[in-house]
């Protein structure tokens, strides 16, 4: 209680240098006598191997503010100034603050959403149970030493009140920023995975769409050939079963090194020449590129360029391939005579791929006299 001729800033200082001895005793004490058990002991260090930043981060925010006070009230600096034991019991209060918001988060908040109201709701109840701990600890601990006259005048209560009051607006405060900033980084993470993992079922169901494309389109090119000439067909179905295998191999990856994928395409393009002879040409300006593609990307450019245009060996289609920061595959065009319309589903599916994997798209141009697909190089730090 304030005696008369007492100063008020003299009454204030004492206050503050008793609150903070008092809560020593209170936190320090609790948290002595607190037993583990094998359970509780194991999942308490857990918890805080997990948030062991956040609770740095409120020790050395509770030192800050334990030596503001101290230089205020004494108005000097001195070792005792800068000893961490107020700020060490007062993280021990806010983390029963913690625990507090805690249960009722999770007791009270059944939906994923955000909600104000919820949060406010919250917040304020566990608030209360912080004070009401606080003061009941307090009282018992006044009884117990016999300071309920010091301890519990008005004057002191409504002090010690607003003080452990602001606290627990400034450390539960830090609680919900920090529980909701792990919930929704949380929530991104599983989101990414979740696109990931679609991302990956949706590449799957484009390569199994494309590996029949390739073996039927293949098998035709067999077909005429054995109705053409046996020993051709022989050789052909030799190494198109060598090439198949290759095929089988890469479908379920989602990117191959270029080099690989290039040396591929060089054997499926002889594989071509088996009907077609010198109709159709291949220029390669590197064969030693770097990066990454999708499997089969090239093949299927090269297939694209024969599938749609009429070479003949006095007027060769002439396909050339070269690599800047794109894979690009170019021709000249020679239209069929009465070409049947395609819908052009296999480069359409190769442009769905590469929008799952990277940010960058292919460009198609065409023009009266060429044509060309910019498909880009993926990096392997891309991967």
Not at 74 to 81: F, I, M, S
Request: contains cysteine; positive net charge.
């Amino acid at each position: 209680m304030m005696k008369k001729g007492m100063p008020l800033r003299r009454f204030l200082k004492t206050i503050v240098i008793e609150r903070f001895q008092k809560k020593s005793c209170i936190f320090t004490g609790l948290f002595l006598n607190y037993r583990f058990t094998g359970p509780t002991m194991k999942n308490t260090f857990i918890k805080i191997k997990q948030n062991r930043f956040f609770l740095l981060f409120v020790l050395l925010f509770a030192y800050a503010q334990s030596v503001q006070i101290r230089i205020w009230v004494r108005g000097e600096l001195n070792w005792y100034v800068f000893t961490p034991e107020a700020a060490v019991t007062t993280l021990i209060a806010a983390c029963i603050l913690f625990f507090v918001i805690d249960f009722f988060i999770r007791h009270w908040q059944h939906s994923s959403v955000f909600s104000t109201r919820e949060v406010l709701k919250i917040f304020s109840t566990s608030l209360l149970v912080y004070l009401l701990v606080m003061k009941t600890t307090g009282l018992i601990l006044a009884l117990i030493f016999d300071t309920f006259e010091r301890n519990f005048n008005s004057e002191t209560l409504m002090l010690s009140t607003f003080s452990d009051l602001m606290d627990g607006f400034i450390y539960g405060s830090f609680f919900l920023a920090y529980r909701y900033y792990k919930k929704h980084k949380s929530h991104q993470e599983q989101l990414a995975m979740y696109n990931q993992l679609l991302s990956e079922s949706k590449i799957n169901q484009l390569k199994t769409q494309l590996n029949p494309h390739f073996l039927f389109n293949n098998l035709n090119i067999l077909d005429q050939l054995i109705e053409e000439d046996k020993d051709k067909a022989s050789g052909f179905l030799n190494e198109f079963a060598e090439i198949y295998r290759y095929v089988l191999q890469v479908s379920d990856k989602k990117l191959i090194p270029l080099g690989e994928e290039v040396a591929f395409a060089v054997s499926y393009f002889n594989l071509i020449k088996h009907k077609y002879g010198n109709a159709y040409l291949l220029d390669i300006e590197n064969s030693n590129p770097q990066g990454n593609i999708v499997p089969l990307t090239l093949q299927l450019l090269l297939e694209n360029a024969v599938q749609h245009n009429l070479g003949t060996e006095k007027n060769p289609v002439h396909i050339k391939v070269d690599f800047n920061q794109n894979l690009t595959v170019s021709n000249n065009l020679i239209a069929k005579r009465n070409a049947k319309s395609t819908s052009g589903r296999a480069l359409n599916n190769l442009k769905e791929q590469y929008a799952l994997l990277t940010r960058q798209q292919i460009e198609i141009l065409k023009s009266e006299e060429m044509f060309s697909v910019a498909v880009p190089i993926i990096s392997t730090q891309e991967l």
